[in-house]
C-alpha cells in the first residue's frame, strides 16, 4: 500500500526517523550515563515511545489520561510532571493501588499538604517542581519554600523536577548550553540545600529537548525528561537541535484548488490538520503553518501561508510564481509541522511509512485528559 | 452532579446558551424566509445541532466524516463545502449509493471533470464555489470559467456558493453588512449570469455568522450556512455577533499553582485543552489565550496570558495584584474561547450544563477526517 491509498489529511510517521531521532538521544544520554524518562505528551502512543524504553527509568507523563494508558501498556515508574490537585488523587491513588510506581508534581505548600493528607493510603511519591527560568510553575532554587514544602510532604518526598521551558526563546546554541546548565543547577543546587538539611531526593530530573541537546553537564542529574525529539518540528530545526530530514512526521495532504492569479495552491489541510501553532513566527525562519514538501517528503520553496478550519492557502516563500502544471488537483504534498505535539494532537492516530512512501501500519495514539 | 464531580481541564456546553443562539439565528432567517443549512464543523455533535434541523434544508459539512456522520444520524440532504478531489469521490458515492442526497463543491475544470467522469454512477450534484472577498478557493463571479464549469458539470450541476471569509477581518457592523451585501452579490449575479445561459442554479448558498448576523438582503439567496452561531465565541463578540453572555462552551480548568510574586495563576488548561487559536489577537479587545470566568461563568478581569501544553498563565488584563486567598490550589474556573470550532476540536465532547451548573448529560463529537 502505498500513500495514495490514503484519505488526506492524515498524519504521517517514518519510522525510520522516529528510530534515528530516539537512537541519537539515547547515545547522547549514555555518553552522560544519565538515564532518560521519556516524555509521551508529544507521541501519546506506546506503539511509538516502545523502543525508547530501553535503558530508560520510566516514563514521564502530562496528562493522568497518560498515565493511565503507560501503565495500561506495561510501564510502572511513571512521572505525572503537571501539577496535582486534590480533585486528581484518587485518580493517581487507584492507579497506585493497582501497581503503578507513580510520581506526582506540587510547586506548594497547599498542593503538598493536599497530598500529604492522602499519604497514608498509598505509597506515591511526589516531587517539587523547581522553576528554573520565569516561565510557568515552580518554586524558586534553593528556597525556603522549596525546604519547608519538602517537609511538609514528608515521607512522599521524592526530589526535584525542572523544565527548562526558556531554551526555546534561545536563539543560539551556546544560550541554549546556559539555560541548559540553569536548568541543572537550579534542580541539582536545591537538591544540596534539602541534603544539608538532611532530606534526600531521589529524582533530580531536568529536560527539554534543546537543553538535552546541547547541555554539556549533567553531574546531579538522575534523570533527563524529552518528548518532542522523538519527532522534532520546525521550532527544533531553528533551534538547531536537529535538521529538516530529521522531522518524521507530516501531514499527508492533497491539492484541492489553484488559486492561479493569486499565485496559490489550497490544499486540505487547515488548521484542524496542522493545529494553529505558529512557534516558528518567533524565528528570523518562519515556515508559517508548515513547510511543504512534495509526495516523496522532499521540501520545496512552500509554506503554508495562512490556514482555514479544512483549507490550507500555500505560496512559495519567495513569491516567485508556481509552476502550476506540476500540481494538478488531487497532487499530495507532505506539510512538515511547526510544533510536533500540537499537530500530531489534532489526529487520532499515524500512518506508519517506511522511505519509499510504503505504509507499514497505523498506529493509534491518545488524546484527552 | 455538579461541576465538582468533573475532572479537568474539559468542555462545557450550556445548553441554556445554545437554545437561545439556535433560536436567534433561526428567527432572523425566518424573517427573511431564507432557510438555514447549518454548518455542523463547530459542533461535531448531532445532540448539539438537531434542534438546528427544524425548518433547515439540510447540513454543511467540512469533511467526508462528517458527511458520513451527519448522513448515519438522519440527515439525508449533505453539502460537503471543500473542494473534491478524485481520492475522494469513492467515498461520497459509497454514500449516496446508501441514499444520502449529496452536493460535492468544485472550483476548477479539472476538479469538475473528476466528478463529471463518474456522474453516471451517482445522482450526487455539485456547486461551483464562488470567491467573494479573496480569501481563499472559488472561481471569480460572473466568470467565464464559473460557466465554463458549469457547463462541464452538466446534468450534476447544482448551484453555487459562497463563504465571506472576509468578515472575520471586519472592524465594524457597517462593514460586515457590506461584505454580507458583497457574498450575495457574488452568487446572486453569477446565477444571473448562468441563467441567461439558461443555466439554473437550483441552490445559491452564502454564510458567514458574521454576515448572517448582520446581512440586510438576502433575495436570490436559497439558503444560508453558518455554524459557529450555535455556540458563539470571542472573536464573534469583538464582531459584534453576540454578547459574552452568550458565548455556550467553556473549558473547566483548575488552578494548579499560583506565582504570587509575578501576580499569575497558573491552570490546568493550556493549549491542549484551549486550541493555540489567538482569533482575538487581530482585535483591539485581545483575549490572550481565552476570558476567564468564575466557577460559576461570570467573566472576571482575568485572560489566559500564555500557554504550554497542559499549563495556562492567568493573568489579570489591568496588571492589578491578583487576591490569591480568593484562588486555592483546586479552584475551578471556567474559560471562553477565542475560536468555539479549534477549541471544540481539541476535546472528544461536551459536558452540558444547566445555568447552577448542573451537569444535564455528555455528548460526545466527532473528531478526525
Known amino acids: 500500500m502505498t500513500l495514495a491509498s490514503l484519505q488526506t489529511p492524515c498524519l504521517l510517521l517514518s519510522k525510520e526517523k522516529l528510530d534515528r531521532n530516539l537512537a541519537r538521544m539515547k547515545a547522547r ?3 552522560f550515563a544519565v538515564p532518560l524518562r521519556p516524555h509521551i505528551k508529544t507521541a501519546k502512543s506506546v506503539d511509538v515511545y516502545r523502543p525508547a524504553l530501553e535503558g530508560a527509568v520510566g516514563l514521564t507523563v502530562s496528562t493522568l489520561a497518560e498515565a493511565e494508558y503507560a501503565f ?4 510502572r515508574d511513571i512521572l505525572y510532571a503537571v501539577g496535582m490537585v486534590p480533585a486528581k488523587l484518587h485518580r493517581a491513588l487507584a492507579l497506585q493501588a493497582r ?9 506548594s505548600l497547599d498542593a503538598a499538604r493536599g497530598v500529604a493528607a492522602r499519604a497514608e493510603e498509598s505509597a506515591a511519591g511526589v516531587v517539587i517542581e523547581i522553576d528554573s527560568d520565569g516561565h510557568r510553575a515552580g518554586v524558586a532554587p ?10 511538609v510532604l514528608g515521607p512522599s518526598f ?3 523536577m525542572t523544565h527548562a521551558g526558556g531554551s526555546y526563546e534561545c536563539r543560539s546554541v551556546e544560550a541554549i548550553r546556559e539555560i541548559a546548565e540553569r536548568e541543572r543547577r537550579a534542580v541539582v543546587d536545591t537538591a544540596a540545600m534539602l541534603a544539608e538539611a538532611g532530606i534526600r531526593p531521589a529524582i533530580v530530573s531536568v529536560g527539554s529537548t534543546p537543553t538535552a541537546t546541547f547541555g554539556e553537564r549533567f553531574d546531579g542529574v538522575t534523570e533527563i525528561r524529552v ?3 522523538m519527532f522534532q518540528d520546525l521550532v527544533m530545526v531553528n533551534l538547531g537541535c536537529c535538521a529538516i530530514d530529521d522531522i518524521a512526521i507530516a501531514v499527508l495532504a492533497s491539492v484541492i484548488g489553484r488559486q492561479e492569479e493569486r499565485n496559490w495552491l489550497i490544499v486540505d489541510a487547515g ?3 496542522l493545529s494553529r ?3 516558528t513566527a518567533a524565528f528570523a525562519d518562519d515556515y508559517g503553518y508548515g513547510l511543504v514538501c512534495d509526495t516523496a517528503g522532499r521540501p520545496t520553496d512552500m509554506i503554508v501561508q495562512s490556514c482555514n478550519q479544512e483549507h490550507g492557502i500555500v505560496a512559495r516563500r519567495n513569491g516567485a510564481p508556481i509552476d502550476f502544471g506540476k500540481f494538478p488537483i488531487g497532487t499530495m504534498l507532505r506539510i512538515l509541522p511547526n510544533h510536533a505535539c500540537a499537530t500530531a494532537a489534532q489526529h487520532g492516530g499515524y500512518v506508519v511509512v517506511d522511505p519509499e512512501g510504503e505504509i507499514l501500519g497505523r498506529w493509534p495514539r491518545l488524546n484527552g485528559w
Chains 1, 2 share one sequence.
Open 271 to 273: 488548521w484542524m490538520a
Open 158 to 160: 521524592r526530589g526535584l
Open 142 to 151: 534553593k528556597s525556603e519554600l522549596a525546604l519547608a514544602i519538602a517537609r
Open 99 to 107: 501497581g503503578a510506581d507513580l510520581t506526582l508534581t506540587v510547586d
Open 277 to 279: 501553532d505558529r512557534g
Open 29 to 31: 544520554m549514555d555518553s
Open 227 to 229: 518528548g518532542v525529539y
Open 72 to 75: 495500561a501498556n506495561g510501564t
